[in-house]
Structures are given as C-alpha cells and as structure tokens.
C-alpha cells in the first residue's frame, strides 16, 4: 500500500523559516508528479507547489519567491522550503504524489491528478 507521511510543521513568528518534507513508501518505482496543497480553515485546498520526475518546478503565485519545492535523487521524498512566513501561510500542509503519466504537473493542474495523499502537517504563523 502507497504511503505518504509529512513532516516539519510548527508553529512560528512572521518571517522565520520552515522546511516540509514528505516521504512515500510502499511503490516499486518513483513518481511522476510530486506537490504540496494546504488548506486553512473554511477555504478550499489550494495548491502551493509541484514537482515532476525530471525536475520541472510550478508555484502559485502567493508563495513565488518564499517557497521552494525540491526533490530527492534516490529517494522517493520531496520538500518544501518555506521562507519568511506569514500569518496568511497558515494552513494544514499535505503532500500528493502521482505514479501514472499525467498530460500535465503544475499547480494549476489541481488537485485531481494527484491520487495518493498524506495526513496533513500543520503550520501556524502568528504576527
């Protein structure tokens, strides 16, 4: 069974900094399309950043320029850097990963062609 457990949540002032990961388990082969979502309280999930086999990088525009989505070369596992927080960052993080070709791996793509998620960790930035 496929797998996906986050780490590095926390709860933290304006401007600090925090790195997400996300390790998968449980597949023969790495995945074709690495994300991150989060989602605050009575809002939509909405899509932060994703990552494909090959290393091509899309971002929503709120976090171009603070985020950073990488990936490991031998492992199944992707991060996320998060740079001078803020209070609007808030939000339960998840990671999503895809194992079938998809036409497209961007944040607009959605969620949709993501089947397999995490849990969700969460971050809180106070003022």
């Known amino acids: 069974q496929i797998r996906l457990a986050e780490s590095g949540g926390g709860s933290v002032a304006a401007g600090v900094s925090l790195r997400l990961s996300c390790a998968a388990s449980?597949?023969?082969?790495?995945?074709?399309?690495m994300g991150w979502f989060r989602q605050a309280p009575w809002k939509g999930r909405e899509g932060v950043a994703t990552?494909?086999?090959?290393?091509?990088?899309d971002y929503a525009e709120s976090v171009k320029g603070r985020f950073t989505i990488s990936k490991d070369s031998a492992e199944d596992i992707w991060y996320l850097q998060m740079n001078n927080l803020k209070p609007e960052d808030t939000a339960t993080y998840s990671c999503?990963?895809?194992?079938?070709?998809?036409?497209?791996?961007?944040?607009?793509?959605?969620?949709?062609?993501?089947?397999?998620w995490g849990h969700g960790t969460q971050v809180t930035v106070s003022s």
């Open positions: 449980g597949y023969g082969s790495r995945s074709y399309c």
């Open positions: 990552i494909t086999i090959d290393g091509w990088l």
């Open positions: 999503a990963a895809e194992y079938e070709l998809p036409s497209k791996c961007t944040v607009r793509a959605g969620s949709a062609i993501f089947a397999y």
